[in-house]
């Protein structure tokens, strides 16, 4: 079944990580990528940070355009990749080996594909 697999973190908390740190981190993420190549559809992308993000949402008048998240959480997304495994516990399994999640404000979000759309065929 695939899955994405969205890896978030803290922007605040990134910011005070050591850049030796990182780079340790960075390397073991780049060596998960390549344990779990199997399994890694499509590894995806690391996202630019939340501050250059633009969002269009609804608005009374038609579609706004605004600069920043669409979201105030904490957390932000920083990247996503696609995987295909047997299951969800096949996906927590893998989401629980990132690396980063050893830094603290980071988390995995886990989310099936829609990979039916039966129900809009006429």
Do not use: C
């Not at 340790?24 to 499509?42: H, M, P, R, S």
């Not at 995987?83 to 516990?89: G, K, N």
């Amino acid at each position: 079944m695939k899955y994405v697999i969205m890896f978030t973190s803290t922007p605040s908390i990134d910011a005070a990580v050591a850049p030796e740190t990182l780079q340790e981190v960075y390397g073991q993420v780049f060596q998960w990528f390549q344990d779990n190549e199997a399994v890694i559809e499509d590894s995806g992308a690391e996202l630019q940070p939340v501050e250059t993000a633009t969002t269009v949402r609804h608005g009374d008048g038609g579609p706004v355009v605004v600069d920043g998240p669409f979201t105030e959480a904490r957390e932000a997304v920083g990247g996503f990749s696609i995987i295909d495994v047997p299951d969800l516990d096949a996906a927590i399994a893998l989401a629980r080996t990132w690396p980063m999640l050893g830094t603290p404000g980071t988390s995995v979000e886990i989310r099936p594909i829609v990979t039916d759309y039966s129900q809009f065929e006429q």
